[in-house]
């Protein structure tokens, strides 16, 4: 399967930063489980809670990452995939990752209503944080839309918007 020695050890090392960051994020997600017990949430609350967790980490959100730090990173590791690979290879996967956040917001707005009836603990925590997730998904509907937009003009187009700091969530910023 590898080639080459130095290739087995990079996946090797690969795996294990994988397997570290799986077991970190579940240990996370136990511990978080154990707070709202331990503050009283009904299993109500702690299910969306945990489906409200979910939705940040299927966004790429892990240990408070910033939305802006989070786009922009994204936006240059498309830069060097689209100038290694080409703008057509690149294409698809965008295309995807805007269906997915759709798909996301979805889910956003599904537990927004499934929230609206429930009251107790942590319920105020939870109804902000689904606001807030909601917030973030359609500026990355926005963000990833404009990415896609502005590639079909080449690579440069998209680079000098997010240098200059035009880009749509840069201005939000």
């Excluded at 080639?3 to 970190?24: F, N, P, V």
Aim: hydrophobic share 35%.
């Amino acid at each position: 399967m590898y080639k080459t020695a130095e290739e087995r050890h990079e996946a090797r090392l690969k795996s294990k930063k994988d397997s570290y960051a799986r077991r970190q994020l579940q240990e996370q997600v136990k511990s978080h489980t154990r707070w709202r017990r331990r503050r009283g949430a009904a299993a109500g609350t702690q299910e969306l809670l945990q489906r409200l967790d979910n939705l940040w980490l299927t966004l790429g959100y892990r240990n408070r990452t910033l939305q802006h730090k989070f786009l922009e990173s994204y936006g240059m590791s498309i830069i060097s995939e689209v100038d290694r690979e080409g703008w057509d290879s690149v294409k698809p996967g965008c295309e995807a990752g805007l269906a997915e956040v759709k798909d996301v917001v979805k889910q956003a707005y599904d537990l927004r209503t499934e929230a609206r009836d429930i009251d107790g603990p942590l319920t105020d925590q939870l109804r902000d944080g689904i606001a807030s997730v909601v917030d973030v998904v359609d500026m990355h509907i926005r963000a990833w839309e404009e990415l896609l937009s502005m590639m079909e003009h080449g690579v440069d187009t998209y680079f000098d918007a997010l240098r200059y700091g035009s880009l749509v969530w840069q201005s939000t910023a």
